[in-house]
């Protein structure tokens, strides 16, 4: 079973940054992929942005494409979301997961991902 710890969130304004951190145990980290998903009271959990297990090839939700960047640093099992010109929709909190499957294709649904953190909030004001 893998540990997920994320940390980094917080409150800021429009238009600011922050960036989020994950980091990982228990699990063959480096043979992952890695995600960041967000959810608001009410709402269903939503992608955000996706890592291969190479670090080679990333994906974004609509909703922080062109402003985010996610990373991994496999020597130190953690992956990194930094979101920029943040806006009050961003507004959620933030799950990092971990994907089923070792070496596996970057998908973006919850399904498959079958670990995830206990979540950082980010609360963005207006």
């Known amino acids: 079973q893998v540990q997920l710890v994320e940390s980094g969130g917080g409150l800021v304004q429009a238009g600011g940054s922050l960036r989020l951190s994950c980091t990982a145990s228990?699990?063959?980290?480096?043979?992952?992929?890695m995600g960041w998903f967000r959810q608001t009271p009410g709402k269903e959990r939503e992608f955000v942005a996706g890592?291969?297990?190479?670090?080679?090839?990333?994906k974004y939700g609509d909703s922080v494409a062109g402003r985010s960047t996610i990373s991994r640093d496999n020597a130190e099992s953690a992956v990194y979301l930094r979101i920029h010109s943040l806006k009050p929709e961003d507004t959620a909190k933030y799950y990092c997961?971990?994907?089923?499957?070792?070496?596996?294709?970057?998908?973006?649904?919850?399904?498959?991902?079958?670990?995830w953190g206990q979540g950082t909030q980010i609360t963005v004001s207006s």
């Open positions: 890592i291969s297990w190479t670090g080679i090839s990333t």
């Open positions: 997961a971990v994907q089923k499957r070792p070496f596996g294709d970057l998908w973006s649904t919850q399904s498959a991902f079958d670990s």
């Open positions: 228990g699990r063959a980290f480096t043979s992952y992929v």
